[in-house]
């Protein structure tokens, strides 16, 4: 049996072997493309060569493209386990052209690779073509010798490709497998384009990019058309390997196994195997994912990932693997795909862990879910409904964590549906509230601008260049909007047409400075930037004047400045020694760069631990000393990712962005402000690192001037504890050695002295106990303050007594304290040291509990305590009696 790593690499060696250049798979996180959730075909990274924005050494190329479509326009998560043939992550086979051969070329290439290199009946191949594209009609004829008869013309929706509503575009061609009669629906117009049954299977299509399409719709031909393609390994293994189902290959057949072990129940390969095929095909889309970098999450592609994990998670629970489980899959994933994909291998334990984490975390959670659901779907079968209700969906996403999908299957397994709608609007009212509990201020103030600058520009900042420059002043506005003038002592924010001050953005905070002009001096100490681009210098009037339309020299701080530049840099050392001590999958998820410390959140599923603290710390002092270049410059937004600098998702980048360089370190996407060289930012001292969320953490830092001051403090307080320990700054540790010894002995002459004095106290309230029965009843005051003291005679008497019962309390001014002690074998016959102390703690005005055999109580009227224990005692005696006529005790 041929095997799915012999056919990926069959493919790659048969198109190298005819001009291509083999090409790695890119990461399933796509490199400059913010917008696209994940890769989802072959040719995501060669989207920029398509439309001419990168050149390659090469005008051929072959791949293996690991994929995954779950979230967004792309999503088969639905279909997952319920065909053959859909899955979340899966392998697309490519080859390429970039102008270089077109149409017949890449129909031969097709036909001579499925045919003789794979071997399959070519009587059972069907091409597809698009309805007007005669041209490939005839070449698979010439070419291949397919009969007209078995070649089928469908329509724009099956056979045309565009990348998007304007750009290149083509008609596609398809090559569709006849699985036999026996393997499809049975309807009498069951056929290639007709029927979407198990019988018809696509493995390989052939995208003929020849158009370009502009915003009018208007079509014209491409000056050197190129060649996009992609078949399914899965399908194209099932096809090799004889077996009815992609999950029966070999290259899911040991993680069906591996999870049929751990369930302690056989894998059925038809409906009642759909939990098996849903958790095989979700664990390779996790391992793939994690090993990529990407964290369970919230957001983006981290709540994609947890929407698939928790998913597989609740399919687990249905075949009977209790607990997490799901992590155990993660070696049989490796093991069947790790050649072909080493930084699985290399990831594995760190993929492991990361299902199992999240795994523990829903775990908690699913099982008190699960009841609700059930509870919500008999509510709405009791009432007649066969939907169960959006609102009822949002309650289990909102409070336990149950992505739609999860509560979509559970409602279909009792035969019922989701009203999807409402739940999408409760999930906007939900949005709607976070979102006006954040816009207010901002929309006030959007109002207020738009209202007097309207016609003006955005804001331009000149601050990359110099810290002081001669600037208009567009606007002025206090709390009650815009105003003509404002006199010393006023609150502003005042709109420049210009500006040095940095406006708050990335993390780092704004500038802070003056706006100058004779008799009027303006103390500016926040810089926002507004959505409109300009920007808002807030701050007092000090002396003087403001007015709209008089020019100002707007001058920053410097030393402030230069403080922030110092931690902005730092951070940028930090995030690279993050990705060279702990591994390449941490990703920025947050920071703040301020003038005396840095923070900056990131992705990792345990505690930093001390030694990978100190070795980041240590690398970090290592770039900083090494005095390296920081240089920064602009260019086009994918050049720059093409060329390694990091962007961050999420963000929004324009078609132009600034890159920031720190030596052969790294390079990054940032507006910020920086030093010119890493020397200049002193030093960098880690302060904490502390967990923010699931999979997050977050380091604290200084640099520079902050740890100057930090030692000053510190030195300060050395030298104030050897002042106050009568020794020298360097022998303070022996000092406290010697003192703390010396405590230690105190301590111990302390507790042996209570030990007698415990001892004593027993023995003289031993002395006026009195029989009753067989046992004696021990009550007193006591000398010995404090509940422990009280507990520590308790135990004494107990010990001393046989049998017996102690009723004690002790006081001060303030408070007072009681106790009762009984015996083991008194509490075997019924007397309680818990009732006893609840009738005391009534009258001291307190309350307490404990064990049948101790109990204690507190309260705040001491004057109270004779006559507690002359409650306690009448009841103590109640107890004994009835103690000593219980047939425990003959």
């Not at 990407?294 to 994609?304: F, M, Q, S, T």
Request: negative net charge.
């Amino acid at each position: 049996m041929v095997t799915g790593n012999q056919i990926r690499e069959r493919f790659i060696e048969y198109f190298e072997a005819n001009g291509h250049s083999r090409v790695p798979s890119s990461s399933l996180v796509p490199a400059g493309d913010p917008t696209l959730l994940f890769t989802n075909a072959g040719m995501v990274q060669f989207k920029d060569v398509f439309l001419g924005r990168e050149a390659r050494p090469y005008r051929r190329a072959v791949t293996a493209q690991k994929c995954v479509r779950a979230g967004g326009k792309h999503n088969d998560l639905d279909q997952v386990g319920r065909t053959a043939r859909h899955h979340t992550f899966f392998e697309m086979l490519g080859n390429f052209s970039f102008g270089d051969y077109f149409k017949e070329d890449a129909i031969a290439f097709a036909w001579e690779f499925v045919t003789r290199q794979l071997g399959l009946d070519a009587r059972r191949i069907w091409p597809t073509v698009f309805r007007e594209d005669d041209e490939a009609f005839d070449l698979w004829r010439r070419i291949a010798g397919v009969p007209a008869e078995r070649i089928v013309r469908l329509g724009e929706k099956d056979n045309f490709w565009a990348m998007g509503e304007t750009g290149p575009c083509g008609p596609c061609s398809e090559l569709v497998f006849d699985r036999g009669r026996e393997t499809g629906c049975g309807r009498p117009d069951c056929g290639v384009g007709a029927c979407d049954c198990d019988r018809w299977l696509e493995i390989w299509n052939l995208v003929f990019m020849q158009f370009e399409r502009d915003a009018g719709g208007r079509v014209t031909p491409l000056p050197r058309p190129s060649i996009d393609t992609g078949m399914g390994l899965e399908r194209v293994a099932s096809v090799l390997q004889g077996v009815a189902s992609n999950y029966q290959t070999d290259l899911f057949s040991p993680i069906i196994d591996r999870l049929a072990a751990h369930a302690g129940r056989p894998y059925d390969s038809g409906p009642g195997g759909f939990p098996f095929r849903v958790i095989a095909d979700h664990v390779r889309a996790c391992t793939f994912l994690i090993g990529d970098g990407v964290i369970p999450g919230n957001e983006g592609r981290g709540y994609v990932l947890r929407r698939i994990l928790r998913r597989a998670s609740r399919f687990a629970r249905v075949i009977g693997a209790e607990g997490p489980s799901l992590h155990a899959l993660v070696p049989a994933v490796v093991e069947a795909m790790g050649r072909a994909y080493p930084e699985l291998a290399e990831r594995e334990e760190f993929i492991r862990r990361a299902i199992e984490q999240e795994e523990e975390r829903f775990c908690g959670t699913l099982a008190q879910g699960l009841r609700r659901a059930e509870e919500l779907v008999k509510a709405a079968v009791r009432a007649g409904r066969s939907e169960l209700a959006g609102d009822d969906a949002f309650i289990l996403h909102d409070t336990f964590g149950f992505p739609l999908d999860l509560t979509r299957d559970i409602a279909e397994e009792q035969g019922m549906t989701v009203d999807e709608t409402g739940f999408e609007a409760a999930m906007a009212r939900q949005r709607d509230r976070a979102r006006a509990a954040r816009a207010g201020d901002d929309e006030a103030t959007a109002v207020r601008l738009r209202a007097v600058l309207s016609d003006t520009p955005p804001t331009e900042f000149v601050g990359y260049a110099t810290g002081e420059d001669r600037a208009e002043v567009l606007a002025v506005l206090t709390g009650a909007g815009p105003t003509d003038e404002a006199d010393a002592g006023t609150r502003v924010e005042v709109v420049l047409d210009r500006t040095p001050f940095y406006a708050e953005a990335g993390g780092q905070v704004g500038d802070r400075g003056r706006l100058l002009r004779d008799g009027l001096e303006v103390a500016i100490t926040t810089v926002r930037r507004h959505a409109d681009g300009r920007v808002l210098h807030g701050g007092q009037v000090l002396h003087g004047r403001l007015r709209p339309g008089i020019e100002v020299r707007a001058v920053i701080e410097p030393i402030y400045r230069k403080d922030v530049a110092r931690n902005h840099t730092a951070t940028h050392l930090l995030h690279a020694a993050l990705r060279v001590v702990l591994g390449g999958q941490v990703a920025q998820a947050g920071s703040l760069v301020a003038a005396d410390h840095l923070r900056f959140d990131f992705t990792h599923l345990q505690p930093v631990t001390v030694e990978e603290l100190a070795r980041i710390e240590a690398l970090v002092n290592e770039w900083i000393f090494d005095d390296l270049p920081v240089e920064w410059h602009r260019t086009g937004y994918r050049q720059a990712v093409g060329e390694g600098a990091v962007a961050l998702f999420g963000e929004k980048y324009g078609e132009t962005v600034r890159v920031v360089k720190v030596g052969e370190v790294g390079a990054e996407l940032c507006g910020g402000t920086h030093v010119r060289r890493t020397g200049e930012v002193g030093l960098f001292k880690i302060l904490a690192e502390t967990g923010i969320g699931s999979g997050l953490r977050r380091i604290e830092a200084i640099t520079g001037r902050a740890i100057l001051e930090r030692l000053a403090r510190i030195e300060t307080r050395l030298a104030d504890a050897a002042a106050r320990l009568s020794a020298p700054p360097e022998d303070l540790l022996v000092r406290l050695d010697d003192l703390l010894e010396r405590l230690r002995a105190r301590e111990r002459q302390l507790a042996e002295s209570q030990g007698r004095l415990v001892v004593h106290e027993a023995d003289r309230l031993l002395e006026h106990a009195v029989w009753i029965g067989d046992s004696r009843l021990v009550t007193g005051l006591a000398t010995l303050e404090g509940a422990e003291a009280l507990r520590a005679i308790g135990d004494v008497l107990r010990e001393r007594v046989g049998s017996g019962v102690a009723l004690l309390a002790a006081r001060n001014e303030e408070r007072v304290q009681v106790m009762a002690a009984v015996t083991p074998d008194l509490v075997r016959r019924g007397v309680n040291a818990s009732r006893l102390v609840a009738c005391l703690a009534e009258e001291i005005g307190g309350g307490g509990g404990g064990r049948p055999d101790l109990a204690q109580a507190g309260g705040s009227r001491p004057d109270g305590a004779e006559r507690a224990l002359a409650i306690g005692t009448a009841e103590a005696r109640r107890m004994l009696e009835a103690a000593g006529e219980s047939p425990a005790s003959r």
